[in-house]
């Protein structure tokens, strides 16, 4: 569906002057340095794939999903999406993606929704029936009954969001890109989108290229991760392994019966300790929490436990500082 190989983009910054008449200077400057946004990656994303497209500020997870929609053109390797390279064949690739920034919207700020989702009926020449089954669909889904006939000017954030998604999916596009769409959302409509893209996904059969900094809807969404760092590829695979690989420090939580004075397990380590509770680390190669626990259960009543994993965002971080 989507094939990406040893792609590459470059952005020329130009050299900022100093001293004396600098910003004359710099309006007759031809001296520019050369950042390189994406640099050598290669990855495929299957039909009907969630897939997490991750990685720190500045990374290029949004120069590669530019690129992916044909907003911008590779400076050097290729993409396909669909078999379509979609800078050179923009209109073809533009029928088949819906995308979605979240920052930026793309419906009419002054004017009702549903006027919008009608302008976008004719920009896609979406049928009737098409049209009128994804809003019947759509609307009650995402809670938009109450802002449909609003100007989106009015509309909350949440709101925004879930309606600019509404809008990519009009189309009944093959392919969704996300670019951090949850970003400053409630927690409440972050379910709802979470839940709605996981629908449309079983349902049609949507591939799903998401790009976020929130681990919650990594967890809930993907089981297959892509993580880049200043425009190299670090990690790819499933979701699983990269937690089996870089997240192998558990931790397991015993609360006593009574205050017990500090101790010592074998392959563990106490790393807290408050009133009745202890918090004790472990490598899950080296120890499990039964083992723990058969060692602490013979010498001191327990009244309750906790295995605690490690979070998605640790894990990134882990393996950010891996490198």
């Known amino acids: 569906m989507i094939e990406v190989k040893h792609l590459k983009k470059e952005f ?40 997490g497209f991750i990685g720190k500020n500045g990374a290029g997870k949004s120069t590669t999903i ?16 669909d078999g379509i390279r979609p800078f050179e064949q923009r209109m073809e690739n533009a029928r088949q ?52 006939n609003k100007p989106v000017r009015q509309m909350s954030l949440g709101q925004r969001v879930k309606s600019d998604i509404c809008a990519a999916l009009l189309h009944d596009p093959k392919i969704l890109f996300l670019d951090e769409p949850t970003i400053g959302v409630d927690v409440v409509s972050k379910k709802y989108l979470q839940d709605f893209i996981s629908e449309v996904n079983r349902e049609k059969g949507t591939t799903v290229l998401l790009t976020t900094h ?3 809807d990594i967890e809930k969404l993907c089981s297959r991760v892509v993580v880049i760092d200043s ?13 089996q690989r870089f997240g192998a420090i558990r931790s397991l939580m015993v609360e006593f ?18 009133g009745n509770r202890k918090w004790f680390s472990f490598h899950r190669e080296k120890t499990t929490p039964m083992e723990i626990l058969h060692f602490i259960v013979g010498r001191f009543p327990v009244h309750d436990i906790e295995v605690i994993e490690p979070d998605i965002e640790g894990i990134v971080r882990n393996l950010y500082e891996s490198k």
Not at 23 to 38: D, G, H, P, Q, W
Not at 258 to 263: I, L, Q, T
């Open 214 to 216: 929130d681990m919650g």
């Open 231 to 243: 425009g190299h590829l670090m990690y790819d695979g499933d979701l699983e392994s990269m937690v």
């Open 257 to 274: 019966e009574e205050s017990v004075e500090d101790f010592q397990v074998a392959n563990a380590e106490l790393v807290r300790s408050e």
């Open 12 to 51: 020329k910054i130009p050299v900022q002057k100093k001293g004396r008449f600098a910003a004359v200077r710099n309006l007759f400057s031809s001296e520019y340095t050369i950042k390189r946004a994406v640099d050598d990656i290669s990855f495929c994303v299957g039909n009907g794939e969630i897939v």
């Open 66 to 81: 530019k690129m992916l929609s044909g907003i911008l053109k590779p400076s050097a390797g290729s993409v396909t999406v």
């Open 97 to 148: 993606i819906g995308v979605v920034f979240g920052q930026k919207t793309q419906l009419w700020w002054d004017v009702p929704l549903i006027e919008s989702y009608r302008l976008l009926r004719e920009i896609y020449r979406i049928d009737n029936i098409t049209y009128q089954k994804n809003l019947e669909r759509y609307i009650p889904m995402l809670g938009l009954e109450e802002v449909i």
